[in-house]
């Protein structure tokens, strides 16, 4: 399973679009790139899935280079509600499933 | 539709004694993981659990062991409890593969144990 990097934490106000990037280099040519959001005391809650180029839903978008040694998730015009942690995972489903720390995004008013 | 549900919601314990979890997955899900979070490790993958059988095991000990029936609904089993033990213990279904596929958890069993 590849391994990631992800900042500890980050900090944004309200309104403003977060970038949240993750670094995987050993990625393998089966593997996804999965994010999840985990509110305190809470399950966590799959975001966005991509593969390759760029993936759009509702709530997110993620960015994948070429390469595919890394991903971006953005979120546009966050509110405090989205103060969470945030998980990149990567991997296949032969794959156990590492979580990692995650980044701790805090938004500000 | 209903979503993951896991019981009991909270459970207190003490040193030595066992404890089993219960799971009952999202309806067609067939894929059932659990894992374990705690402050100071995060959230660590237990064991995945697909059509009745153990699919992938995370670094836990013997202790720590699980099983799917063929509802898909999943019980973990927890013997001879240490300390170290207390933790949000959180289980996720998904269709298929849990890594391919969207993952869904439940609110979790908070184990305490004393």
């Known amino acids: 399973l590849a391994k990631t990097t992800q900042p500890i934490s980050m900090d944004s106000y309200e309104g403003q679009e977060v970038n949240i990037t993750c670094s995987h280099n050993?990625?393998?040519?089966?593997?996804?790139i999965t994010w999840y959001q985990q509110f305190p005391s809470q399950g966590p809650r799959f975001i966005i899935q991509?593969?390759?180029t760029k993936v759009t839903n509702e709530v997110a978008s993620l960015f994948i280079p070429a390469d595919r040694k890394s991903s971006t998730l953005s979120l546009p015009r966050v509110s405090l509600s989205d103060t969470a942690v945030y998980y990149c995972?990567?991997?296949?489903?032969?794959?156990?499933?590492?979580f990692g720390k995650g980044t701790r995004l805090h938004i500000l008013p | 539709k209903a979503g993951v549900t896991q019981t009991p919601r909270y459970l207190i314990k003490t040193r030595g004694q066992q404890v089993t979890l219960s799971c009952s997955p999202i309806?067609?899900?067939?894929?059932v993981s659990w894992y374990q979070q705690t402050p100071g490790q995060g959230l660590q993958f237990l064991f995945e659990?697909?059509?009745?059988?153990?699919?992938n095991k995370g670094n836990f000990p013997g202790r720590f062991s699980g099983r799917q029936f063929s509802n898909s609904r999943s019980e973990m089993n927890v013997s001879t409890l240490e300390l170290g033990d207390s933790a949000l213990y959180l289980c996720?279904?998904?269709?298929?593969?849990?890594?391919?596929?969207?993952?869904?958890f439940g609110p979790g069993t908070r184990l305490t144990v004393l």
């Open positions: 996720a279904s998904s269709r298929a593969s849990s890594l391919n596929n969207e993952q869904f």
């Open positions: 050993n990625i393998a040519t089966n593997d996804y």
């Open positions: 991509g593969y390759k």
């Open positions: 995972l990567v991997g296949n489903r032969d794959d156990k499933i590492i």
């Open positions: 309806s067609g899900h067939r894929s």
């Open positions: 659990y697909f059509s009745e059988t153990q699919r």
